[in-house]
């Protein structure tokens, strides 16, 4: 059963209660999918980040610096899902060599985190990912 599209929130911890967005950004979405009656796919894709537009530090910084969201899931998990993830924009400056980590932290029934590292006079001007987590509904 595929249900309609929920939106994610920038969060920095996990709500106690469904989020509700007046303006969702489309880059900001979940799908939920029923596979069986005890196993659910949930896929999203989030924009990280778009610092070159108001010129912010991922763009204009130098040295160490991170950028982490918190995703909530549309339907919590009963137990932590799998998870896979890639990029699926990512814009930077070839002046300079390109140096980045993603990762994700904290995966749980609820959701997760996801980071993205860079250093040294790397400039990274926005980045997109995409997600799916598979597990027990």
Request: net charge positive; glycine share 8%; hydrophobic share 40%.
């Amino acid at each position: 059963m595929l249900l309609e599209h929920e939106h994610t929130a920038e969060l920095t911890e996990f709500p106690t209660r469904p989020l509700k967005l007046r303006n969702p950004v489309k880059l900001n979405t979940q799908t939920v999918i029923h596979l069986s009656a005890d196993t659910m796919l949930i896929t999203g894709e989030m924009e990280l980040f778009n610092h070159v537009d108001p010129n912010d530090y991922m763009w204009t910084g130098k040295g160490a610096r991170s950028v982490a969201k918190m995703v909530a899931f549309q339907s919590p998990f009963k137990a932590a899902p799998g998870i896979t993830f890639g990029l699926s924009s990512f814009d930077s400056s070839k002046a300079q060599n390109l140096r980045y980590r993603v990762g994700l932290e904290n995966i749980g029934q609820q959701g997760f985190k996801i980071a993205i590292h860079t250093w040294g006079d790397t400039k990274i001007a926005r980045c997109a990912v995409s997600w799916q987590a598979i597990g027990t509904a």
